[in-house]
Each structure stands twice: as structure tokens, then as C-alpha cells.
């Protein structure tokens, strides 16, 4: 069949966009073979690679040269439609119906509310959602005694910002990303590293010394992620926070050196395997399966718990109890102090379609999605009970396996930290 029956790819995609034409097409091809050339030559180690690359460099830069000058074309086209058609016809509304469909469609659908109205509005939804996920970071201090836990013998010494330090954070940024709270482009600080770094290394150590977190950097943007499900749902919404780019950069710093002392020192327990360095999911899966096999051997059979005790755990860890733990993994008290004011008087704005949600103050949780420092908080947060106990993490990820279940201990350690 293949010797005597000719056959063709033919690729299968969606509709191109209007404005890209038979010159668009043609570039198109040309790079990619250039591309595929210098791919086959690389691979096979010629002597001609490098001028296949210049080659290839060339077709590249001439496709977007041909994509600019095709989309500045349709553009210039629709304007000399929409200022010839007279604004009372048929044909002009559907070609802003066209437009508007390419780029100002709402990126959610209408939501539900509780009493099964429709919030139609982009600020009625954030409002919807804001008033959704502020509660998931809302605990209730029923005065609670913070538990105490046994003191480390060792000790972590202040942490240092130099502008070495501050200038490496800058230069890490990923340029894609969207800016937080403070709107300022990551391009432009990435950019301007050099300029930047003497005044803010001042800043972060004026902050540190202090103990005093800028109450702007205490606000998270909250953007909405669909989830499985109904999407008129705003249950079926995940939060992603993202919060000001200058708290991100002092986090980074302090983050390395906390994690460098906890992991020097063996703080973390060795059942957690998330976020730490030289564990992975991989690796607990690679013990877990290995413990299942010998009690399968030894006694015939295996009992496996896959808990679910810390649902939205990082939303609902209690502040009280974690910075009255703390100072026994010896943390230095300038640190203890920033990380308090860190965790005060925080709050969500959540963003639909570039309409604001009202403020929504949270008083529990870390901010996860948004935050450096929020993943190592939380590993101190729950390492306790990895300590005492045959429960192994990935982050708040949880199995118990072990012959006897302690189910009493988890229970008096949620009694202890309260979750709801």
C-alpha cells in the first residue's frame, strides 16, 4: 500500500484567522522548512548547522515582518468599511457584531446566585465570586489556645538582602506574567534591575528591620479559573491570586534562606515531599507503592487511607497557631515579627473582565497562588503532625499507611489547629 497507493498529510485545525493570506501561508512554510533543515543538520552534527540557524533566523524574521504588515492591512480594511457604511445599514452592525464577537465577548458565562437569580454584569460577578471566596479564608477565633510544639536546638541567623540578591530576583522574572496590584509591567523591572536594586535592597531592609509589611502589598488581584463542571456555577471557580511584585521579590529572598536553614538542619520532616528539595511526587508514590508490596507480603493484604482533612487547606490555616510555632524552629524575631504583619489585615479583590470586586478582608489562610513565602508557611504549618504521626504529604496532599490507624491523633491535632 505504501509503495503503489499515494497519500498526503492533511492537517486538521480550526478556521485561520481572516487576516492571515496566501503571503502569510507562504512564510509560514518557508520557516518551517528552514527550521526543519537546521533541526536535521544539528542532529547530525554538520559543518553547515550554523548557516542553516542564520538561515532559519532570517525566515523567522521575515514571517513576523509578513504577520504585522497582514494584520495592519485587515485592520485598515475594516476601518475604511466601517467609514464608508453608513452607521443606520445592516451591513455596518453586523460588522461590528463580527468585532465585537472576536474580542469583546465576556470571558464568563452569567451566575447563578443563591436564590437562583443571574448576575449578568462583570462587577456583579466579582462581587458573586468575591463574597465566595472570602469565606473560604474566614475563621472564627473561638479563642483557642495556639498549640505548642518542642523547640529545635539550632538556630537561623537574619536574614540578609543585599543587592546582589535583589538584582538576581529581578533578572528571574518572567516577562508573560501578568503585573499585580502595583500595574507595573515585569518587562520594565526586569529592564531596569540595575537601577532598581540599590533602592529597593534599602526598602526590604528598612520593612525587615521594622517588622512591617506596606499595607499595599497585603491586597491580592483574584482572577477566576473554571474548574470541571457547570460553569454558571461560581462554586465550579478556582481562585488564582496575584499579588503586588515588589512583596514577591522580598519573599524570594527570605524564602531562600528559610527553606536553605530548614533543609540544612532536617526541620521538615521527611514525610513531607512537597516543595522540598531532592522530593517529588514521584519519589512518595515510589515508597508508598513499595510499603503496599511488603504488606502484601508479609500479611496478605493492604490498608491504604487517602484523606481528605485538608480540604482548601491553605485557605484555612490559622494564623494564631502557625506564628506560635514559629519561634520554636528558632527563627530569628525580625523575621517572626515581618511575617506577622505579613499574615495581618489582608485582603482579595476579584477581577472579571476588568471590573473590581468590593475589598473582601480575609484573617486565615496563605495566599497560595499568589505568594513566594505561602508554600514554606504552610509545610511549617502542618509539619507537626507529620512529626508524631505515619501521615506522608505532598503539600497538603495526605495518605496514611501504616498497620493501625491513628485516626485519635489526627483528630486531636484538628481540634488543636481548627480547620473550620
Given amino acids: 500500500m505504501e509503495l503503489f497507493i499515494p497519500s498526503s498529510v492533511v492537517p486538521i485545525g480550526g478556521r485561520s484567522q481572516p487576516w492571515f493570506g496566501r503571503s502569510c501561508k ?29 538561515k532559519y533566523n532570517s525566515a523567522s524574521r521575515s514571517f513576523k515582518i509578513v504577520i504585522a504588515k497582514a494584520k495592519s492591512e485587515h485592520i485598515g480594511r475594516i476601518d475604511e468599511k466601517l467609514v ?16 465585537q464577537g472576536n474580542f469583546c465577548q465576556p470571558s464568563l458565562p452569567s451566575l447563578h446566585r443563591v436564590d437562583d437569580s443571574l448576575a449578568h454584569d462583570a462587577k456583579e460577578k466579582a462581587d458573586l465570586l468575591g463574597s465566595l471566596f472570602a469565606p473560604n479564608s474566614t475563621l472564627d477565633d473561638w ?17 540578609l538582602f543585599t543587592q546582589h540578591s535583589v538584582r538576581k530576583a529581578l533578572l528571574s522574572l518572567d516577562v508573560n506574567k501578568s503585573s499585580g496590584p502595583d500595574v507595573v509591567p515585569h518587562i520594565v523591572l526586569k529592564t531596569c534591575a540595575p537601577e532598581l ?15 512591617v509589611v506596606p499595607k499595599s502589598w497585603k491586597t491580592a488581584l483574584v482572577h477566576p479559573i473554571p474548574k470541571k463542571g457547570d460553569s454558571s456555577d461560581p462554586s465550579n471557580y478556582r481562585p488564582i491570586a496575584i499579588t503586588s511584585f515588589f512583596s514577591k521579590v522580598m519573599e524570594t529572598i527570605i524564602n ?3 527553606m536553605r536553614y530548614l533543609e540544612d538542619h532536617q526541620l521538615i520532616s521527611h514525610r513531607q515531599y512537597g516543595f522540598c528539595r531532592g522530593r517529588s511526587a514521584g519519589v512518595l508514590l515510589g515508597y508508598l507503592t513499595h510499603r503496599w508490596a511488603e504488606a502484601i507480603e508479609s500479611e496478605g493484604k493492604a490498608l491504604n487511607v487517602r484523606l481528605d482533612i485538608l480540604a482548601k487547606a491553605c485557605d484555612r490555616v490559622w494564623h494564631k497557631a502557625l506564628l506560635s510555632k514559629l519561634p520554636s524552629y528558632e527563627l530569628p524575631e525580625k523575621l517572626c515579627n515581618w511575617i506577622t504583619s505579613f499574615l495581618a489585615d489582608r485582603s482579595i479583590k476579584v477581577v ?27 509545610l511549617l504549618y502542618i509539619n507537626d503532625i507529620l512529626q508524631t504521626s505515619n501521615i506522608h504529604c505532598y503539600a497538603d496532599d495526605s495518605t496514611v499507611c501504616i498497620k493501625r490507624l491513628i485516626i485519635i491523633l489526627i483528630n486531636s ?3 488543636n489547629n481548627p480547620w473550620e
Avoid at 464608508?84 to 468585532?99: C, D, G, M, N, Y
Avoid at 479563642?143 to 536574614?159: D, K, L, Q, Y
Wanted: charged share 20%.
Fill in 413 to 415: 491535632w484538628m481540634i
Fill in 256 to 258: 531562600s534562606q528559610l
Fill in 143 to 159: 479563642g483557642n489556645t495556639p498549640p505548642t510544639i518542642a523547640w529545635c536546638e539550632c538556630s537561623m541567623r537574619e536574614v
Fill in 84 to 99: 464608508r457604511l453608513p452607521s443606520e445599514t445592516r451591513a455596518f452592525w453586523s460588522l461590528v457584531k463580527a468585532i
Fill in 26 to 54: 507562504i512564510a509560514s512554510r518557508c520557516k518551517q522548512e528552514c527550521y526543519r533543515t537546521w533541526a536535521d543538520t544539528s542532529t547530525s552534527r554538520d559543518v553547515n548547522t550554523s548557516a542553516f540557524k542564520k
Fill in 197 to 211: 536594586a540599590p533602592v529597593l535592597t534599602r526598602l526590604f531592609r528598612y520593612s525587615y528591620s521594622l517588622g
Fill in 352 to 378: 472579571v473582565d476588568g471590573a473590581c470586586s468590593d475589598y473582601k478582608p480575609i484573617n486565615a489562610g496563605v495566599p497560595h497562588t499568589g505568594c513566594v513565602l505561602s508554600l514554606s508557611l504552610f
